[in-house]
């Protein structure tokens, strides 16, 4: 069973970067996707981005495209969430799951994603 760790989350400026990392153990991504959802105070969770692991192509959603960057390092078999130019709005709890979908359409479905990680807190300052 695959299990996910995040970490790297914490408090940080407006403006200002933070990268997240998603550690998978006791399975590899293989030809999985990996996706970064965000649940934010009183709202419903959301999909940020999506990396499909065999041949890295990336997804995002619009509210993050420019200031986000997806990645993975197939070696590690853990995967990056890169965010600069952060602003309020993206204060949440980040998530990161796998799903053994290939099709693109799939990614922003939670319930296409069969892994998740425990989350860890993002929290941006004025």
């Known amino acids: 069973q695959v299990q996910l760790v995040e970490s790297g989350g914490g408090l940080v400026q407006a403006g200002g970067s933070l990268r997240l990392s998603c550690a998978a153990s006791g399975g590899t991504f293989g030809g999985y996707a990996m996706g970064w959802f965000r649940q934010a105070p009183g709202k419903e969770r959301e999909f940020v981005t999506a990396?499909?692991?065999?041949?890295?192509?990336?997804y995002y959603a619009d509210s993050v495209k420019g200031r986000f960057t997806i990645s993975r390092d197939n070696a590690k078999n853990t995967g990056y969430l890169q965010m600069s130019s952060l602003e309020r709005e993206d204060t949440a709890v980040y998530y990161c799951?796998?799903?053994?979908?290939?099709?693109?359409?799939?990614?922003?479905?939670?319930?296409?994603?069969?892994?998740w990680g425990q989350g860890t807190q993002v929290t941006v300052s004025s």
């Open positions: 990396i499909r692991w065999s041949d890295g192509r990336t």
């Open positions: 799951a796998s799903t053994p979908y290939s099709r693109a359409s799939d990614y922003p479905k939670e319930r296409e994603y069969d892994y």
